[in-house]
């Protein structure tokens, strides 16, 4: 019998596979920096926070019901819910529910949301095996580290030919993380890598309808990279070039924007410049392209009566336009609350009308409102020449009224970067606002108080602690 070794090509000395299985091998719990670690936590309570606050919706009720038809019982549970499922079918519940309000961390550069892939796979996994607290930790900075490069590879390019990079890259860093927990070396990375390959998708589609496949992506990620890790483990062979080969990730997905593509990115700085920094945490639940102009239109909303309003432009970013602006006529008038996550002309009219832009402008009423509508109806959109995408989502808006003033505010860094980052004080009190929803502030102070201490408990009672009745 051939063995691996002798026919996946692992061996080679080079290549973007093999650099992040040696990081992701060989980090160590004291080799991370405090910062570092406090700082993953807090983005796990934000992503916990998010999947609580789900609750209520109905793409929660009728995932799990599905899910749970599919799978049957097992002992993983979900969050806030008290419904257990076996290990796969729970890392798909619980990426669902953090990632379904669109509320969750992104890594700016990467353009992709790493935590609600990586968390699910980390959580459920270090449960299955009873590993400490601390491992889970570790597997999920090793995870959310790969992937924010790889992400950053593309310069924005998935999004361009229709791919949504958290589906994509979230199964190659759910592969790392996951191989971390079963202790996997450097060839068996190098090969759960290569099992991703053929599991790594997302469509774009759902922006055509604001249907609800985007909800169900880092679910995927995770399940693939568990799966993919566990095939690894047990000798399966796969490419070992998965990035930068002739039918690699970067050339399958993104065709001729393969030429625009900084592979140096995927290896850069590892150990040394710590990634996870540099998640930026929402603060509005929609797509991160439209938080500039949320904040744009509060800064310009006190010197402005609605009625008067003749015109609202936007200064976008072109690499965004397909995203949050077009087809123009469906981003006026979203169909649902997804559709107006991805939507400037709602997110503006919305916040200028309200004075805020939070979960209640995202319900039925708020978004059938007539004067909300017609605001929008006055939004257009031009392409910003002095946009600082991917490093921030910048954004201005241009008001001009009836009287001939013309009012303008630029965002030139969105608040919640790295450049311009929420603290971790306004992240707990993210995660309080959001478990408000789901649980009684006593249990939400004991969930945010386990998740903070992770490091101190086993794996399971920190999955236990997060379960509903």
């Known amino acids: 019998m051939l063995s691996a070794k002798t026919t996946t090509g692992v061996s080679m000395a080079a290549g973007i596979s093999n650099a992040l299985a040696g990081f992701a091998a060989e980090l160590r719990w004291d080799a991370i920096p405090a910062e570092v670690r406090t700082r993953a936590k807090h983005l796990m309570l934000d992503a916990i926070g998010c999947g609580l606050a789900a609750r209520r919706f109905d793409f929660a009720a009728v995932s799990l019901?599905?899910?749970?038809?599919?799978?049957g019982q097992g002992p993983r549970s979900v969050v806030g819910h008290a419904l257990r499922l076996p290990l796969r079918d729970a890392v798909l519940a619980n990426g669902i529910l953090m990632h379904g309000l669109d509320y969750d961390d992104t890594h700016s550069e990467g353009i992709v949301h790493l935590t609600v892939g990586v968390l699910p796979a980390v959580l459920g996994l270090s449960a299955e095996l009873d590993r400490a607290g601390r491992d889970l930790l570790v597997a999920y900075i090793a995870g959310v580290e790969a992937g924010s490069r790889l992400g950053s590879v593309a310069k924005g390019g998935f999004h361009q030919v229709g791919f949504h990079p958290t589906g994509v890259i979230g199964a190659f860093a759910s592969a790392l993380a996951a191989g971390k927990l079963h202790g996997l070396d450097r060839a068996q990375l190098v090969n759960a890598q290569g099992v991703a390959l053929s599991t790594a998708a997302g469509s774009l589609e759902f922006l055509e309808d604001g249907s609800w496949t985007k909800r169900f992506h880092p679910g995927w990620a995770g399940v693939s990279g568990i799966t993919a890790a566990m095939m690894a483990k047990h000798g399966f062979v796969a490419p070992a070039a998965a990035y930068e080969g002739r039918f690699g990730l970067f050339k399958s997905h993104l065709g001729a924007l393969d030429a625009q593509c900084d592979y140096a990115r995927a290896?850069?700085?590892l150990a040394s410049v710590w990634e996870t920094l540099n998640v930026a945490v929402k603060p509005y639940p929609a797509c991160h392209f439209v938080h500039a102009f949320a904040d744009a239109a509060l800064k310009l909303r006190p010197g402005i009566d609605a009625a008067r309003i003749e015109s609202i432009t936007a200064l976008v970013p072109a690499e965004v336009v397909k995203t949050v602006c077009e087809p123009v006529a469906k981003k006026q008038r979203p169909a649902n609350d997804y559709d107006a996550r991805f939507s400037v002309p709602y997110v503006i009219a919305a916040t200028l009308r309200a004075g805020k832009?939070?979960?209640?402008?995202?319900?039925?009423?708020?978004?059938?409102d007539?004067?909300?509508l017609a605001l929008a109806a006055k939004v257009s959109y031009r392409v910003d020449p002095d946009s600082g995408f991917p490093k921030h989502y910048s954004g201005e808006i241009i008001v001009r009224l009836s009287d001939g003033r013309e009012l303008r505010h630029r965002e030139a860094i969105n608040r919640g970067s790295a450049d311009r980052p929420l603290t971790n004080a306004e992240v707990?009190?993210?995660f309080m606002q959001n478990a408000a929803y789901c649980v009684p502030a006593s249990r939400a102070k004991d969930i945010r108080d386990a998740v903070l201490a992770l490091d101190e408990w086993p794996a399971r009672a920190l999955?236990?602690?997060?379960?509903?009745s």
């Open 65 to 71: 019901r599905a899910v749970a038809e599919l799978g």
């Open 267 to 269: 290896t850069q700085g």
């Open 357 to 368: 832009f939070g979960l209640a402008e995202l319900e039925e009423a708020a978004l059938e």
């Open 370 to 372: 007539p004067a909300t």
């Open 428 to 430: 707990e009190a993210k």
């Open 463 to 468: 999955e236990e602690s997060l379960r509903g």
